[in-house]
């Protein structure tokens, strides 16, 4: 199983609104990390767990919260998000974060967030 | 400032075709250099991952070089498939020892259209 399940699909929240975006891998991985990616851009990276400890907070907004309730799982909790905040919210997961010679990030499909 | 810059920034191509997508950089200290392959609204697939002492690596019809001497890549696609339309993103690895935090700087992309 080399696939990176990402939930839900397609997201429209409010800006009051409260909502999480899941991610599960099932490869044993014990890097996880969340990017961001607008149309046309490519992915900018927010978080990267490591051994489910947050090892990188790329200077995101506090309005993003990430969790790592275990191995396999990754969450991104949203609250008071902006119309800015809308994009492709892409999670991906490699064997260990920043091992010599470079570990290849499996991605997950995404999910595609819209903030009115 | 780490850069990563691709070039065509589009291209459209027959399909059978072969084609090359060129990559440069200015990220110190390198670590590797990543080719990844990205569907409009998927999340990207790796194609290769080279080190510093690799100059080429295959992947079926995609084959990736690497001249660290004078920070360039390139993808080279061979007999081309509609199925290779894509962006296709060069994403470069900083570290500043084996142990360091790792540090990715993605390039813009190159959207690949192959047309019948």
């Known amino acids: 199983d080399t696939e990176v399940t990402q939930t839900p699909k397609h997201l429209v929240m409010g800006m009051t609104n409260k909502k999480s975006l899941k991610c599960e891998q099932h490869?044993?991985?014990?890097?996880m990390y969340w990017y961001k990616q607008k149309a046309k851009k490519p992915p900018e990276l927010m978080f990267v767990y490591s051994y489910e400890k947050l090892s990188i907070n790329e200077s995101v907004p506090s309005r993003f919260s990430p969790e790592c309730p275990n191995s396999s799982l990754l969450n991104l909790h949203l609250h008071a998000l902006q119309p800015e905040d809308s994009a492709l919210y892409l999670c991906?997961?490699?064997?260990?974060?920043?091992?010599?010679?470079?570990?290849?990030?499996?991605f997950g499909p995404g999910t595609r967030l819209l903030v009115l | 400032k780490n850069q990563v810059e691709q070039s065509p920034q589009s291209l459209i191509i027959l399909e059978g075709k072969n084609c090359t997508l060129q990559c440069n950089y200015t990220v110190s200290p390198f670590s590797n250099l990543r080719w990844y392959k990205q569907d409009t609204g998927r999340g990207p697939v790796s194609l290769t991952i080279?080190?510093?002492?690799?100059n080429t690596k295959s992947n079926g019809r995609y084959t990736a070089t690497l001249d660290a001497d004078t920070k360039q890549s390139s993808l080279h696609i061979t007999a081309s498939q509609l199925s290779d339309s894509a962006s296709y993103i060069c994403v470069v690895s900083a570290r500043q020892s084996n142990f360091g935090n790792e540090k990715l700087t993605f390039g813009t992309g190159t959207r690949l259209t192959i047309i019948p």
């Open positions: 490869m044993g991985h014990r890097a």
């Open positions: 991906a997961s490699s064997q260990e974060w920043g091992a010599h010679g470079g570990e290849t990030q499996y």
């Open positions: 080279m080190t510093f002492s690799e």
